[in-house]
Each structure stands twice: as C-alpha cells, then as structure tokens.
C-alpha cells in the first residue's frame, strides 16, 4: 500500500482528503505545515507529497526544494487555487510532477497521483535493479517480471523438454526468437543446431531450395548439391520465423514434411529421414489467416500443438526498468562508448522526466524499438542520466502513444467524441485486464469506484 503525505495548513482539508484516498487503496499521513511535513518524510516512509502552494511560513515552493534535497526523486503534486497559477507553473519547474487546480474532482487527483506513482517506480527501479536482474526475472535472454511473462516462462518451461511442435505469437519486435532460442537451449536438443530461417526474406522461388536443399543440377545455377535448412537442423530445432508468410504451395510441401519427418531435395528422388523440432513464429492473426484462404488449416493444427504469445511492451510496461537496465549494461559495457574525454560512458538510468515520456509512449516497434532507443541515448547523452534531449522527437512529442479516433464521425459534437473515445478506452482495458476492474482501474489511472460508475454509464 503506498503512502501518501498530505500538506496544507487547513487541519481539515488532509483528514478529508485522507478519507477520499484511503478509499482508493492508499495510507495517509496529514501534516498542517512544512515543518511537520518535513518530520514526516524523514520518520515515515512516504510515496508521494501532496502539499498546498499557500502556506505561512514555509510555503509550498519551499517546501518542494527542501524535499527535492532530502529524496531526489519524490513526486510531488502541487495543490492550488486559480490565483496562484503562476507560483504552481514556477513549482513544475523546479521539480514537481505536476499541480492540480482547487476545487478538484476526486478522481482526477487519484489518477494523478496513482500516474506520478508509476513513474517514480520506473525511476526507483532503474537506481537499484542495475544488479537485480536475477533468474527469478529473465529466462534465457528474455526479460521480464509481470504476468504476462511469468505466463510465458511457464510455458516454455513445460514445453521445452518435449518434442511438441510450438507456435510463438506476436507483434514484430517483441523477441519471438529469444522465445525460440529459450526453448531450445532447455531442451534435450541443445547440443544440436538450431537453425533459423526467415520465410519473409527469400523469394518464392528460393524458398523452396533454401528449406529442403536441392540436387545439382536442378534448375539453373544449381552447379553443386545443397543441403537444405531441415537437413541442416537434423537431430536440432529448426525455427522458421514468419510462417505465415509462406507461399501456399510451399505450405504443402511443409504439411509433408511435418507428417513423415522426411524431406525430397529439389530435383531429387530419395526421401531422407530428418529428426527435427519445428519452432515456428509470426506476427499475424493465422486462424483469421485460415479462414481467408491464405493458410491451410491442416498446416495451422500442426503447428499449433502448443501456444506461446510475447506480449507487447505497451503490455507489459512494469519490465521496462528492468530491459532499461539490460540495455544499458549491454551498450556502456560490451560497446565501450566513451565520452569526449575518452572516460567510458556510465549511465545510471533515466530522470524523471525522461521516465514519464518512455512511460506514456505506446511502443509499437516494442522491445526491438527500446533497444535502440537507449543505444542512441547512451551514443549522445553527456551526463549521468538520460535526459528529454537524449530521447527521439516521436518520444518527446509523444507520437505513437495517439487514440485511434477511427469510426468517429467527422461532424461529432466535442460530447459524443470524447464519450466515444472514453467507451472505447473502457473496452480495451477490460479486455487486457481480463475484465478484472481492479486492474482495469489501475491501467487507466482511475479509482475503482470511477471505473464502475464509468461501466455502468456504458451498459459495459
């Protein structure tokens, strides 16, 4: 449960503030000036300050310094009336996370407090997981602690001493292959070959002779015989990348191949027995694939003997921390950047406002987009910390991280618009949260009781 301390010189207004926050899951601490509010930092463990601007004595501003001294890295949230506006922008600029403008609804605060909580997590754990990337959090080279991928650890763990066919779903850039590679080097194939082949990079008529081999002679070009990548991967995996890209008379010929566990080279006539593990992956809805003809059906229930999904990162934001920290150490390490003294680089992780932005982006090149995100922030950042201006403009502006507004009429009032838009976000965080409201409400950064009042608006 987090701790929220709250200041303002009217002894009323924590202890009401108190009841409205403790309903939304958190403890409160209250405190009638910055001096007690002080004591209460340095006494308790607090998780974020929620103070007044307008105080005697030490004001809020002061206050906010005097914190940014003792912890660094504490949100806080600046509380204000509409005259002290100014004071509240001077306030941001010296470190708060934001302000929010008196008379406030309940549930704008809690989801600014429970974002601003969010947040403060990415930075704290990116000062103390540097060494805390242990096996309880990766397997193989897969990283990760939420559930969607202790699910997958799960999976792989189970799968991989067998010789089940595997199908890895997911989006490009998630790390399909690591799952692959994860699998096999678990396996009782691992001192075999793993063969990878990507069945989007080779040309219909290549494909073909690059998967089975061909016998000289074969077609134009063929001046000598070749072994294809099944026959390369015998007593091995073999992980074919893509799948759903195969071209369907090659689908066929893979359909055989999985049946007899043999395969003809092109221009051959002999059947040569190969003992393989099919690996495969794609990043396409293959079920909906089968039914627009474009994929066998036959073809898709081999395959899919077992399921593993790679969540997107936009899914999975609570392991960004953790890839952050194996990204870093991978490029301040293994590449040895320097400075422009020549000293190599040590990067210690992002501020907070860097945090904030990598937080709010919705990732669509997911990990594969972070990695190079933070090898280009390691290449030109010049301090300690990656900073805004070490970060992409499509970060900085928040490109990627925009609401599809698709389906919405073009003559919508601004009412029905944002009633549409808020319906849509309902639905699609109940689905990810598994219709769990708690979880829901968390994904979205509103209360619980928000969430349900919001539900029952819709009929959802």
Request: hydrophobic fraction near 40%; aromatic fraction near 6%; glycine fraction near 8%.
């Amino acid at each position: 449960m987090q701790t929220i301390l709250i200041v303002d010189d009217e002894k009323n207004y924590p202890k009401i503030l108190g009841e409205v926050l403790k309903d939304e899951g958190f403890s409160t601490i209250p405190a009638s000036s910055a001096l007690e509010a002080l004591e209460s930092i340095k006494s308790s463990h607090v998780d974020l300050v929620l103070t007044d601007v307008m105080m005697p004595g030490i004001d809020g501003i002061e206050l906010l310094a005097k914190i940014k001294e003792l912890t660094p890295d504490m949100p806080v949230i600046i509380m204000t009336a509409h005259g002290s506006v100014e004071r509240a922008v001077e306030a941001m600029q010296k470190g708060a996370y934001t302000y929010i403008l008196k008379p406030f609804d309940n549930e704008t605060l809690v989801a600014h407090i429970q974002k601003a909580i969010s947040i403060h997590e990415i930075v704290k754990e990116n000062s103390i997981l540097r060494e805390a990337i242990t096996t309880q959090y990766n397997f193989g080279n897969i990283i990760g602690k939420s559930q969607p991928m202790q699910e997958l650890y799960t999976i792989i763990k189970r799968v991989a001493p067998t010789n089940a066919n595997i199908l890895i779903e997911g989006e490009s850039g998630t790390g399909k292959e690591l799952v692959a590679k994860s699998i096999h080097y678990n396996s009782p194939r691992k001192n075999g070959p793993l063969i990878s082949v990507n069945c989007s990079a080779f040309a219909e008529t290549l494909l073909e002779s690059e998967l089975f081999g061909h016998e000289k002679g074969a077609f134009t070009g063929a001046s000598s015989m070749k072994k294809g990548r099944f026959e390369l991967a015998d007593q091995g995996s073999i992980f074919l990348d893509e799948i759903g890209e195969l071209p369907l008379n090659i689908q066929v010929k893979l359909l055989r191949v999985l049946q007899e566990k043999t395969i003809e080279r092109v221009g051959g006539i002999n059947s040569i027995v190969v003992d393989f593990r099919l690996i495969a992956a794609t990043n396409r809805n293959l079920e909906k694939e089968v039914k627009e003809g474009r994929f066998r059906e036959d073809l898709y229930y081999r395959l899919n003997v077992v399921r593993a999904v790679m969540p997107a990162l936009r899914d999975r934001k609570g392991d960004i921390p953790l890839l952050i920290n194996h990204f870093l150490q991978k490029y301040s390490h293994e590449r040895k950047f320097t400075d422009q003294s020549g000293n190599l680089k040590q990067l210690e992780g992002l501020n907070s406002e860097a945090a904030r932005m990598l937080f709010d982006y919705s990732w669509p090149g997911n990990v594969r987009e972070l990695e190079n995100l933070i090898e280009r922030a390691v290449i030109l950042s010049t301090g300690r910390f990656i900073t805004p201006a070490d970060l992409p403009l499509q970060i900085r502006k928040g490109i990627g991280s925009q609401l599809n507004l698709d389906g919405i009429p073009e003559n919508a009032g601004l009412n029905e618009t944002l009633a549409a838009v808020e319906k849509r976000m309902l639905q699609k965080a109940m689905a990810q949260a598994g219709n769990i409201q708690t979880k829901a409400a968390e994904m979205l950064g509103i209360g619980k009781s928000g969430l349900s009042q919001k539900l029952k608006k819709y009929g959802l």
